[in-house]
């Protein structure tokens, strides 16, 4: 095996040698990735599991651009981040409404009931 640079750039025995430019963009757009520009630093967000009905054409294009990002040499690029920036751009400019606090703990509520159920499986 030869001496190469991992996407991080350090130096480690591997079988794959990357071309120093993609791993340096690749590097670049994980640091890039991992920090939310528009968001104060004060702020500590935390991603939840959700799921969605999605149409499968939808889906399927989703795919398709997370594939083309990674073909364009960021590799480290998910859907999760995908979702991130379509919603970003849904909601920049619109005003917005919080849900009725009673609506909230409705919803807290059967959130707890499904957790419950999945533990005793």
Known sequence: MEETKNVSGNSQYSSVTLPEHISSE???????????PNVPAI???SDIRQSFIIREDYLDQLKDYVHMRKVQGNIYYTQKQALHESLDLLFKDAKLEKRPEKLRQKEDLRRDKIRQGKAKS
Do not use: F, G, I, R
């Open 26 to 36: 690749a590097q670049k757009e994980k640091e890039e990735s991992v920090s939310e």
């Open 43 to 45: 702020l500590e967000l």
